[in-house]
């Protein structure tokens, strides 16, 4: 089991992204152009698409079981063993109860501005959804309740765009990161999954004690891990894990963060996603 505080082998030189946020509460996103460091051999750079949203029990916005199971069911058929649950599909630990899930797009634009729904303008998407569940008979002493947090990121190069000539260059997916905040000192984060960095051809999908889970999900190319500068453990804690590389097809990222807080009192978190990409002649 590697969920635990924070590891010694995470990166110190990460460094936040976070410029191109929009905050606000509806799930949406923004195409901006910025410069970041990648292998793009001299093609104008990469793109970020970013949103932000405030999750509140208040609100009343999660899905409901059944559309949760369903949106479940359209991604696995769109990512495989991709999907928000990775390979083990549905097959949850029972000591997990679901409270509900929230999900967004980001997109990337050829011309740089907010997606508006024209194909012939769409570069780089990404599915995503942070779900929350409930760790059934994990309570501390106070009475505060254990909860499991679940992001999940994938993105993909349309079909339509895959490929290109040696002047516009290929579509690739560069970096995927979602991430939470808490939003009370009353809420706190115990640990997180990733907590290092990781590459090889699968990621393992690991929650803390006493879930078990013998899921994984493919890595295509390039590395997991999480984002030192954007990671805190402890009261309003923050959690954000990253994929990067540069690959032209479906790329997904899992993360589990461990939460704490009293059951009887409403929650509260920020969710964000970035997604950056571009063209690349695939060097």
């Not at 089991?1 to 509460?25: A, F, I, K, Q």
């Not at 093609?43 to 949103?51: A, H, I, Q, T, W």
């Not at 369903?70 to 097959?91: C, E, K, L």
């Amino acid at each position: 089991m590697e969920l635990h505080m924070r590891s010694e082998d995470d990166d110190p030189s990460s460094v936040t992204r976070r410029n191109c946020l929009r905050r606000g509460v509806e799930l949406g996103s923004v195409g901006c152009a910025l410069s970041t460091a990648g292998c793009l051999d001299s093609l104008g750079g990469s793109s970020v698409g970013s949103s932000t949203s405030r999750i509140s029990e208040q609100e009343g916005s999660e899905l409901s079981p059944d559309e949760f199971e369903a949106y479940v069911g359209d991604m696995q058929d769109r990512y495989g063993d991709g999907g928000p649950w990775g390979s083990g599909g549905a097959d949850l630990d029972s000591k997990l109860s679901y409270r509900g899930a929230w999900t967004q797009q980001v997109h990337i634009t050829e011309d740089g501005n907010p997606y508006q729904g024209d194909p012939d303008n769409l570069l780089v998407t990404s599915d995503n959804a942070v779900t929350l569940y409930e760790i059934s008979g994990k309570v501390d002493t106070n009475g505060k309740q254990n909860f499991v947090v679940l992001l999940w990121s994938a993105a993909r190069i349309p079909d339509e765009k895959r490929g290109g000539g040696p002047i516009e260059g290929t579509p690739v997916v560069n970096r995927i990161q979602p991430g939470i905040e808490l939003e009370k000192f009353t809420e706190e984060l115990l640990g997180y999954f990733p907590s290092k960095r990781r590459d090889g051809d699968t990621v393992p999908v690991a929650f803390p004690p006493p879930v078990s889970s013998d899921s994984s999900y493919p890595l295509h190319q390039g590395k997991v891990e999480p984002v030192a500068a954007e990671t805190r453990v402890g009261e309003e804690g923050r959690y954000a894990l990253e994929w990067s590389g540069e690959y032209d097809r479906r790329q997904t990222v899992i993360g589990v963060a461990e939460v704490r807080w009293d059951p009887e009192e409403t929650y509260s978190f920020t969710w964000d996603v970035e997604l950056a990409g571009g063209r690349s002649r695939l060097l």
